[in-house]
């Protein structure tokens, strides 16, 4: 066993020491990655380091009024948390259908599977404006709580967090699922039948057993439903409306109408920075939970 | 085992080979053509549709179209920096008193456009020439509320309650705003009674959304209200929707959209070619009617008896504003809009 890992180990290593001649072969994402990616965010850097939107002096005065500023620094707390609160939902949604995946039978598993990737084949905006006409004030929401005699009177969940946070977490579900199903579906069967046959509940099981062998799955699917609903822009705009404004709506503002490039790099730079700042406490999260 | 999945001699063919598709792909940019930036939606298709075969058929030049914004064009065009990205801009009136100051036109020899002494004179100058008209008022739903006399009535209770806000993003949000604040003693520079206004009745209002969604929402119903361009009103109407046009008692507000040329465009004489067909009278009557709904402004053309005006000559009579003053203020606008706005 030890043997083994060891050998599995070196073999590791071997595959990243890459011999000389092997060094063309990667050249070429090499430099895709350092012509597409370093170049341009070296780019964004040296933009949100002017001082004034028509860039012609250096300064720290597009930053000052980024972190200066309550109402910015608000807009950023909200973007984060949007994320944070959409991850939450997709994760207990996550959760319940991987359990269902783990009592299914193989047919059953398959078309599970093509049920959850079937919204990824939709384009995004349809999926955000079918969202409109369920949210609505004469929509399915407000009528079924309505003939349920929830409520005497028809609302729209249209325009407000709550309406925009079960959206994305409908959009963003796949992202949550994939890496998460694919975990869970390796776990041994054995190891829940011995959780069970030692006398643990299901809740324990649960807790003891599944969720930590899940980790890997769950903290891949928390970083991309994370990063994806904090950058969510056409659901943020069509189904949060003017009055939530979150961090790509200034961007773009910024960059699109008011041509402020300087300040527009400034806050896509905040929003990457406290988005990786958020996704590497989840990682670490992640790796705690497996040790 | 990996070391041998792919030898050099496969992953240099693959690489020629996808080089190959990629450069096949590539617009050829023949003599024939012209390059020209489009509205993405219904302009694109309309041009598509109409322009294209009607520039083919009269001179022989192929209409490429590279579907983009306003504001996008003038960012592609400024990041460009000298190396033109497309031969003719279509733009509303506040990017194209920006991109004038960018210096991004070339200015336009009006004896080379046949159609040119057609035009509203207003509103042509030395390096634009219109292609369209806006009107822009108040667009409500007959069934649910009355028809609003003037931009005032949207604060009153019963109409705030149906009404969808939109900020200073757009030519048409910026403008009916700024009508809005001149009602509550404002200006064309000054549109904070028109803030002070919206911030009463806030609690009330039915959205504040930003501008692609507002269509949507009034034809969900989740809004009775708003102030649009008659353009939407009719493409609204055509699919079924409830919807009028009302003028507001200050006026309408018109506005045009103009198209310029590239200052180092490839296809100078193309680009002409295609401004005077754009202009004729032929395309522009095909333009006026359903489903496009464009508001001509050759002419020779009839107007359609829904659109608010029975001549061009009316639209002298209209509310026009001033971008070059606008502009510098709009960011400060568009900030302050969110800032009491956000929930």
Partial sequence: MTAAASDLRAGAVARLRLSPPEWPLVAPLGLIFVGFFLAPLALLVWTSMHADAEMTRLGPESWMRFLGDPFYLKVAADTLLLGLKTVALTLVLGVAIGLIFLEASPAQRTALLFIIILPLLL????????????????????????????????FSLLQTELGLIISLAQIELPLMLLPLLSVMG?????????????????????????????????????????????????????????????????????????????????????????????????????????? | MTRHLFNRRAVLGGAAAATGVALSGLPARASGDVIAAIYPGSWEEAFRSIVG??????????????????????????AARGLAPFDVFVLDPGPAASGMEMGLYQPLDMSKLSNAAKLPQVFVDDFSIPVAAQVVGIAYNPTKVAKPAGWADLFKPE???????????????????????????????????????IKEILPQVAAVAQPSAMAGLFQQGQIDLMYTNTQTVATLKGRGVDIEFAVPETGAIAFVTTMHIVKDAENVENAYKYLDTV???????????????????????????????ASLDEMNGFVRHDWTKINPLRPGWIEQFNREVAA
């Fill in chain 1, 123 to 154: 384009s995004v905006v349809v999926r955000t404006f079918a969202w409109i006409v369920i949210l609505g004030s004469e929509g399915v929401v407000s009528n079924a709580a309505l003939a349920l005699g929830l409520t005497s009177a028809p």
């Fill in chain 1, 186 to 291: 390796r776990i041994d069967p054995n190891l829940l039948d011995a959780s069970r046959a030692l006398g643990a509940s299901r809740w324990r099981t649960l807790w003891r057993v599944i969720l930590p062998l899940s980790a890997p799955g769950l903290t891949a699917g928390c970083l991309l439903v994370f990063a994806s609903s904090t950058a969510a822009f056409i659901s943020q705009s069509v189904i949060g409306g003017g009055r939530l404004i979150y961090m790509p709506l200034v961007i773009w503002q910024q960059s699109i109408v008011v041509y402020n490039w300087p300040f527009a790099a400034v806050v896509s730079l905040c929003l990457l920075i406290s988005v990786l700042g958020v996704i590497g406490v989840i990682h670490w999260l992640g790796r705690r939970v497996r040790a």
């Fill in chain 2, 53 to 78: 075969p009607a520039l083919t058929e009269a001179s022989g030049v192929n209409l490429e179209l590279d579907p983009l914004y306003a504001v996008d064009q003038i960012a592609k065009a400024r």
């Fill in chain 2, 159 to 197: 109409f705030a309650s149906r009404l969808g806000l939109t900020g200073f993003q757009t030519t048409f949000g910026t403008t009916s705003l700024i009508e809005i604040s001149k009602i509550f003693g404002g200006s064309e520079t000054d549109v904070a009674p028109a803030m002070e206004k």
């Fill in chain 2, 279 to 309: 202009i004729s009278a032929g395309v522009q009557d095909k333009l006026m009617q359903a489903p496009f709904n464009f508001i001509p402004v050759n002419g020779d053309v009839d107007l359609l008896d829904t659109l608010p005006m």
